[in-house]
């Protein structure tokens, strides 16, 4: 069975700030990845996701994401973060096989402080 | 397209209580998964049917949950009796054949709280 691991529970930052949020998971075949962030009181929306080729993925509001096989990793960055950027942000991960459920790390909170 | 749609938004019930959540998914969706946050287990997959079908339930914590999907366009989360204990935002999403590179749709989520 699949399972996520986010290293930090809590980030605080600055505006400007760069910031990097740890992934990794744990699963024996092909996985997609995806990275999901919910604003307070808000749903989960798609930041971005990765299925195959090109490693670093772009998303939404200047976020990447590199996918390391080998590492088994799947970190979130942003060059420069906005207060608007606080929120939870979640990495899943699914095997790469239609009809599968998302299996999700337990977040990090990010603070962004102006 | 209105999304995946929860019903109600906020549910406070007394302890011992049936409490029913609602889901109804983007149409054309044949995937549909029940997941439950709380602060101290994040999100938790409950369970999950394709094309009505319980494929996993492993994640239902008790016997008090049950949930179902009588046809492509809706599905009930039932907790009874309640406990304080399952307070928690509960989400449904649903996903598209040929997911997942169609990717999961997460509805606005259930509050319940139980008092």
């Known amino acids: 069975a699949q399972s996520v691991s986010q290293h930090n529970h809590h980030v605080i930052l600055s505006e400007a700030a760069s910031l990097e949020l740890g992934c990794n998971y744990s699963?024996?075949?092909?996985?997609?990845l995806f990275w999901y962030v919910q604003y307070p009181g808000q749903h989960l929306q798609l930041l971005l996701k990765?299925?195959?080729?090109?490693?670093l993925v772009k998303g939404i509001k200047g976020f990447e994401a590199e996918f390391i096989k080998s590492k088994f990793s799947f970190n979130l960055r942003k060059p420069s973060v906005q207060w608007s950027d606080t929120a939870e942000y979640f990495c899943a991960v699914t095997a790469n096989q239609a009809g599968t459920a998302l299996i999700f790390g337990k977040g990090t909170t990010l603070s962004v402080s102006s | 397209d209105a999304g995946v749609i929860q019903s109600p938004r906020h549910e406070v019930t007394e302890m011992g209580q049936e409490v029913t959540l609602r889901c109804k998914p983007i149409s054309g969706h044949n995937s549909l998964f029940w997941y439950r946050q709380t602060m101290m287990r994040g999100l938790e997959l409950l369970i999950y049917f394709n094309n009505n079908v319980p494929i996993d339930d492993s994640g239902m914590p008790e016997d008090r949950f049950s949930a179902k999907m009588p046809n492509a366009s809706f599905s009930t989360l039932k907790i009874q009796p309640s406990e304080p204990r399952d307070s928690a935002v509960y989400f449904c999403?649903?996903?598209?054949?040929?997911?997942?590179?169609?990717?999961?749709?997460f509805g606005s989520g259930t509050r319940l709280t139980v008092v």
């Open positions: 999403a649903s996903s598209h054949p040929g997911t997942p590179l169609g990717g999961y749709t």
């Open positions: 699963y024996g075949g092909t996985v997609n």
């Open positions: 990765y299925f195959s080729g090109d490693p």
